[in-house]
């Protein structure tokens, strides 16, 4: 027997604002410095240091990504575009963790994953009833909108990704290059030593 229409309303109404609560806290993390977050600066800091450049611009989209999508999904408005810009920017967040593995307590990228789906999967389901999107009418919540939404979230997050992961690559060849450079210094007797010339 199906569940009551009104059930199925209520649990996507816990759905939203549990999941768009958490995402909105990090997000102010990132903005504003709540909840012990970096702030800004400290999150630009952070994402340099991830390798995501620019590192500002960076860090301003992951936050409105998480705050203003959390923020929206919670009021159920405009969920279509909430659940897909919180699901990109989680998708970012998913490119960090992924070598440590899936689990989080190894640091892994388990908890960023989910997160991401349970936004893409409200962005796609609707907010249902309990939500501003049907009290005006669904205007933000039309089938193109869902369509424009995710097929944009995904082109963005992959250009995201893409370019930090070419910039650790290039990172990486460089510092490569340096230490086989250093190490035929060493072999060919034109590096430095420690030892003393001799008179």
């Known amino acids: 027997m199906a569940a009551h229409p009104n059930r199925r309303d209520l649990g996507l109404l816990v759905l939203r604002v549990g999941t768009g609560a958490v995402l909105a806290a990090h997000g102010t993390q990132k903005l504003f410095g709540w909840f012990g977050g970096g702030g800004i600066e400290g999150t630009a800091h952070g994402m340099a240091a991830m ?7 960076s860090a301003i989209a992951a936050g409105l990504g998480e705050a203003g999508g959390g ?11 909430a659940g897909a810009a919180a699901a ?3 998708a970012g967040a998913v490119s960090v963790h992924a070598p440590a593995g899936f689990f989080a307590q190894a640091g892994g990228y388990e908890y960023p994953a989910f997160l991401g789906f349970t936004a893409a999967a409200l962005g796609v389901t609707g907010a249902g009833r309990y939500s ?17 939404a ?10 995201v ?8 690559a290039e990172k990486a060849a460089t510092e490569a290059d340096l230490a086989n450079g250093s190490d035929g210094d060493r072999a060919d007797g034109t590096g430095t030593t420690d030892e003393p010339a001799s008179g």
């Open 51 to 57: 390798g995501f450049h620019p590192p500002r611009q």
């Open 71 to 81: 923020a929206l999904l919670a009021l159920g408005l405009a969920t279509p575009a």
């Open 88 to 90: 990109g920017a989680m």
């Open 132 to 148: 501003l999107d049907h009290a005006t009418g669904h205007v933000l919540d039309r089938p193109w909108v869902v369509a424009t």
């Open 150 to 159: 995710f097929v944009g979230s995904a082109l963005a997050a992959a250009a």
């Open 161 to 168: 990704v893409g370019k930090r992961a070419q910039a650790r």
